[in-house]
Nanobody, 120 residues
Framework: QVQLVESGGGLVQAGGSLRLSCAAS????????VGWFRQAPGKERDFVAS????????NYAASVKGRFTIMRDNAKKTVYLQMNNLRSADTAVYYC?????????????WGQGTQVTVSS
């Protein structure tokens, strides 16, 4: 079973940047499509971005397109989410997950996530 651990969150001012990491515990991770999701207080968990196992294809929610970039380093068993030009609306707990179906269906095995707080 693949365990994914999110990190890299924090407090940042609007317009700032953060890079989140999603580290896997097993080598077979390199064969998994992976997505980032986020959940703001009082709201449902939403899709943010996804990447295929090879990194050849990516997909983004409209609200983050052009500001966020998803990438992966399979040698390091890690998927990253580079977030630029952050807005207060990006404040949420961010989670990564394996996808059971491209481009945005997670396997439902959620970790603790990492908190991102954007101050205006």
């Amino acid at each position: 079973q693949v365990q994914l651990v999110e990190s890299g969150g924090g407090l940042v001012q609007a317009g700032g940047s953060l890079r989140l990491s999603c580290a896997a515990s097993v080598r077979s991770f390199r064969f998994d499509d992976v997505g980032w999701f986020r959940q703001a207080p009082g709201k449902e968990r939403d899709f943010v971005a996804s990447i295929t196992w090879s990194g050849a294809s990516t997909n983004y929610a409209a609200s983050v397109k052009g500001r966020f970039t998803i990438m992966r380093d399979n040698a390091k068993k890690t998927v990253y989410l580079q977030m630029n030009n952050l807005r207060s609306a990006d404040t949420a707990v961010y989670y990564c997950a394996k996808l059971t179906k491209w481009p945005a269906e997670p396997d439902g095995d959620w970790g603790q996530g990492t908190q991102v707080t954007v101050s205006s």
